[in-house]
T-cell receptor, first 108, second 114 residues
Framework: DAKTTQPPSMDCAEGRAANLPCNHS???????VYWYRQIHSQGPQYIIH???NNETNEMASLIITEDRKSSTLILPHATLRDTAVYYC?????????FGSGTRLSIRP | SAVISQKPSRDICQRGTSLTIQCQVD?????MFWYRQQPGQSLTLIAT?????????ESGFVIDKFPISRPNLTFSTLTVSNMSPEDSSIYLC???????????FGSGTRLTVV
C-alpha cells in the first residue's frame, strides 16, 4: 500500500472549514483514498473515501487532485467535537496501514 | 456496518502473565484484524486473523507472543503472552465491513502492565 504524508498538527476556528491535506505521490491506479478519524480513547471512525472523483457525504468532502497524488479532506463547519486525529490511508489490498495522522484542534 | 464488541475494555496485569482479548462481531465477516496503539502513537497492524487457517503476522510480530484464534466468522481472540511493561497499549480489533466503507473498529482494550 502507498505511503501517505500528513502534517502532524493543525488548528481551526470553530465554525470555519477545516482543510486537511494528504500527499500520496506513489498511489497506483486501483488504490482508494480513505479518511478515518480517532477521537481520544475511541476506535477509528470511517469518514469518507474516493478513487478519483471528488466525494461528499454528511460528514465531509474529499477533494482528490487530477493526478491523484494528493487529496484534501474538508470539514465544512468545524465544531469542538471534530477535535481528533485524522488519518489519510491509501489501500488496494485487504488491510489498512495507518500513517501518523494529523492532530486537528478546534479553537472556540 | 458491522457492530463489534471487544472485551475487556481495560485491564491491569502483572508482568509475565498473559491476557486474552475477545472480539465478537454481530455478522459474519471474512477478514478480522488486530492492531496495537502504543501511547501517543498511531495504530500498528499486528496480524490478520483468518478463519480456518493460521493468522498472518506483520513484520515485528510473532505468533508466540501474540497467538490468535479465529474459530468462526464472527469471533476472534488475541492473546498477549508473557507481558512486560512495553506491552502497555491499546489493542483494537477491526473487520472489513463488506462494503466500500472500509473497516469498522472495536472500541479497544486498554492494557497496562505493571
Amino acid at each position: 500500500d502507498a505511503k501517505t504524508t500528513q502534517p502532524p498538527s493543525m488548528d481551526c476556528a470553530e465554525g470555519r472549514a477545516a482543510n486537511l491535506p494528504c500527499n500520496h505521490s506513489t498511489i497506483s491506479g486501483n488504490e482508494y483514498v480513505y479518511w478515518y478519524r480517532q477521537i481520544h480513547s475511541q476506535g477509528p471512525q470511517y469518514i469518507i473515501h474516493g478513487l478519483k472523483n471528488n466525494e461528499t457525504n454528511e460528514m465531509a468532502s474529499l477533494i482528490i487532485t487530477e493526478d491523484r497524488k494528493s487529496s484534501t479532506l474538508i470539514l465544512p463547519h468545524a465544531t469542538l467535537r471534530d477535535t481528533a486525529v485524522y488519518y489519510c490511508i491509501v489501500r488496494s489490498a485487504s488491510k489498512i496501514i495507518f500513517g501518523s495522522g494529523t492532530r486537528l484542534s478546534i479553537r472556540p | 456496518s458491522a457492530v463489534i464488541s471487544q472485551k475487556p475494555s481495560r485491564d491491569i496485569c502483572q508482568r509475565g502473565t498473559s491476557l486474552t482479548i475477545q472480539c465478537q462481531v454481530d455478522s459474519q465477516v471474512t477478514m478480522m484484524f488486530w492492531y496495537r496503539q502504543q501511547p501517543g502513537q498511531s495504530l500498528t497492524l499486528i496480524a490478520t486473523a483468518n478463519q480456518g487457517s493460521e493468522a498472518t503476522y506483520e513484520s515485528g510480530f510473532v505468533i508466540d507472543k501474540f497467538p490468535i484464534s479465529r474459530p468462526n466468522l464472527t469471533f476472534s481472540t488475541l492473546t498477549v503472552s508473557n507481558m512486560s511493561p512495553e506491552d502497555s497499549s491499546i489493542y483494537l480489533c477491526s473487520v472489513a465491513s463488506g462494503t466500500d466503507y472500509g473497516y469498522t473498529f472495536g472500541s479497544g482494550t486498554r492494557l497496562t502492565v505493571v
